[in-house]
C-alpha cells in the first residue's frame, strides 16, 4: 500500500518569508515554493493553502524513494519532529525540484519574449512597407 506524503516548510529567506511544500505520492517527488512576504500565522498558512492550493505550481515530478510502512513509536516521533523543526533548511531534493521549475520557467520565458521580439519585427516591417507603397502612390 502507497502512501502519500506532505510537509509544509516555513523559513525566513532574506527578505521574505516563503513555504516549501514537498509532495510525495507514489514514487513521485514534488515541490512548490511560495513567497509569504511578512512573517505568516499558522492560521494565514492553512488560510493560503485552503484557497490557493489549485493555482501552486509544482516542479517537474522527480523519481522518489518508496515510503516504507512501520509503525514509529510516540517518543521517537516526537524527537523526529522536534529535529524537523530545528533544521531550518530544505532537503536537497526540494533544492533540485525547485531549481528544475526555475530552468523551465526560464525556457517558457525566454520563448514568450522571443515570440513576442519576432511579432514586433513583422510589425515595423509591415509599418515600413505601408510607409513606401504610401510614398509611391501618385499626387
Known sequence: MRKTCSRLTVLFEDPFW????????????????????PEPKDYEIYDFILKNYHRLRFSPSLNGSAMLEKHISPKRMRREIDRQLQNTGIGTKAQQALKLQQEQVKLERK???RAQREAEKEYQYELRQAKRKEKHRGH
Open 18 to 37: 516563503v513555504g516549501i511544500w514537498e509532495s510525495e505520492n507514489q514514487d513521485r517527488y514534488e515541490v512548490c515554493k511560495i513567497t509569504f512576504g
Open 111 to 113: 520563448s514568450r519574449s
